[in-house]
């Protein structure tokens, strides 16, 4: 059993930058791949980007495009999820989400087990 707690949300004017943090509680931490998942309001939880346990890495690049990075301290336990450049339009709850132990990267919100609670970004113009 995996538990998640997101934090690091909050305001922030557009083109600005916020760096997401989720801990994990759990011995397979290190084994898990992790993802990031956002929902804007009206609409389907849709990906972000992923991490392996090796640190392979993916994302979506329909609006990603260079400005978000994903990484991970296996030693704390803990994902993060850099953006920077934020419009508008990445306003959202964002989710952390675990794979169980050994899965391989995915984009696929299926393919995740384990959720954290969200934390909310809101991008103001």
């Known amino acids: 059993q995996v538990q998640l707690v997101e934090s690091g949300g909050g305001l922030v004017q557009a083109g600005g930058s916020l760096r997401l943090s989720c801990e994990a509680s759990?011995?397979?931490?290190?084994?898990?791949?992790m993802g990031w998942f956002r929902q804007a309001p009206g609409k389907e939880r849709e990906f972000v980007a992923a991490i392996s346990w090796s640190g392979g890495t993916t994302y979506d690049e329909d609006f990603v495009k260079g400005r978000f990075t994903i990484s991970r301290d296996n030693a704390k336990n803990s994902v993060y999820l850099k953006m920077n450049s934020l419009k508008p339009e990445d306003t959202a709850v964002y989710y952390c989400?675990?794979?169980?132990?050994?899965?391989?990267?995915?984009?696929?919100?299926?393919?995740?087990?384990?959720w954290g609670q969200g934390t909310q970004v809101t991008v103001s113009s």
């Open positions: 759990g011995r397979t931490f290190s084994r898990c791949t």
């Open positions: 989400a675990a794979r169980p132990a050994g899965r391989s990267i995915s984009p696929r919100e299926l393919d995740y087990d384990y």
